[in-house]
């Protein structure tokens, strides 16, 4: 069956389909004459004009009676009368659909709720299987940092820079062609190079430089971190190879015992 309502025009009942008027209803039942219609028509829209005027009525009457109200029961119950009014519904009626809208509402925030949980939980599975895969392709060398910081400073959330998985480990060769490195402007590539040859580096942090510790070649950076130029900030001169650095700016300390 065709989605629509039944309607009664003129002591006829009538079924006027979704997207459907009025009069090509009234003409597809073949309950009414060509001149019928357009009777029945100018007598509807004259009782809606008529009705539509004696809401308008009713609504500034009952706006004076809000402005005058002091409970708030009493102007919910008015204000509600109003938008009853407005719709050209019955209070009843109009508390009835009401009710059904936030049913729908609900249903329907519930329903996204559902699908959101799903998709995070697909994400999560998702990312837990390539975590997998990046931990049995990785280097012993970046695994054993990985592990490092895993225990000691592991990252929580999805949105920081940080290291999640063997994967997001950098040699210092491999950061010094990154075009996100030296943006600090306080340490560049020419003193990355110069380190490179050296195999040692200095590095700054706003934390006591332990395992896992979040560090950095800029000192700037290591400030800015702890609040601001001036700030104090820790200091360590290593090898290379004991940082898991991310970029030629920062990484995280991951000195692996031999």
Known sequence: MEDGVWRTVGGRRIFIKDGQSLTDAMKNSGKFEEKDVKTKLKKQFDKNKEKQSDNQEKIEKLEKELEEAKGLLERGKIREKIEALKENKTVEQYRKDKEEKRIATLKEREEKEKQLKEQKIKEIEQRRKQLEEDIKNAP???????????????????????????????????????????SWGDFSKKDAEKALQKGEITIYSSYSIEQGTFVSTSKIQAEQYAGGEGKKVYTKTIPLKDVAWINGDEGQYAKVKK
């Open 140 to 182: 012993k060398e970046k695994l054993e940092q990985y592990e490092i910081i895993k225990e000691n400073n592991p990252m929580l959330d999805d949105y920081h820079v940080g290291i999640r998985s063997p994967k997001d480990i950098k040699s210092f060769n491999e950061v010094i062609n990154d075009d996100e490195s030296f």
